[in-house]
């Protein structure tokens, strides 16, 4: 162990980042002990004790050479506790270790004056990541579904809004039309994702598929067809249910790249052009339909 002398000799940043790491590891291991007493699998319930468990001994290692004890940061165990409850455990823990990586604490720095900020950091990045893919939750479980519900309800939806605005320009009947397309299409997905999935022998989570798929299908039905009832303009409408749109694909995207690991540009940039490209061809269509039936409302 470092006597109080050989502490004192370490340089002020490394002193530093070590009292942020320490400070770190101590809010981690609160937030893993309380999401622990609230999960309901025992599975994640032991997976989460064993993290705290390792950043309770990371802890102890940086206090050896900060010779100080160190307060967690109680707004950030409050925080991640609840992203983590609303969302998922695994996007809320991930979430929170790519903040970190993010909070510029140089291990490498730090390891020219204590060589084991090295193994300490390779545990982080390695062992604990391990650990948390292994965790099991619905939402990451039947991901899947949702990308499914929400990519068809965005192209077709937005598509078949983009069409009606120009053939009909009447908010009304544009709404109407597109909740009656919305549901239509929300059944219709549901029905196929329960089927497809039975036929391929996944007789136990076939309810499942096909619920997290209606669901997330009608999600995006709602944010594109408010526009239309509460504005009265049929192009302020369309360009509000665009910006719905794309603002879903990001927030989507963006939890999927977190979760998963996923580059989050890619994702996100095909699912805004393929969204594009068939509302336009979709608004061209409504243009023609319009001037061929020479439809006047």
Known sequence: METIGEIKSLPPLVRKQIIQAQRNEITEYHLYNKLARKARLQKNKELLVRIANDELRHYKIWKKYSGREVGANRWNIIKYFWIARIFGLTFGLKLMERN???????????????????????????HEKELLSLIEEDKLKYIGSIVLG?????????GTLAG???????NRLVALAGIIAGIAGALSMSSSEYLSNKSEGKTEGAIKSAIF??????FAVFFLVTPFLLLDSPWMSLAWAVFNSVFIVFLFSYYISVANDQPFKKRFGEMVMLSTVVGLISFGLGYLARVIFGIEI
């Open 213 to 218: 798929t209606g669901v997330a299908y009608i």
């Open 164 to 170: 009606l605005t120009f053939a009909l320009q009447n």
């Open 100 to 126: 970190e990586e993010q909070a510029q604490i140089n291990y490498r720095e730090i390891g020219k004056e204590i060589p084991e900020a090295i193994k300490i950091s390779n545990e982080e990045n390695e």
């Open 150 to 158: 929400l990519n068809d309800a965005l192209v077709e939806i937005l």
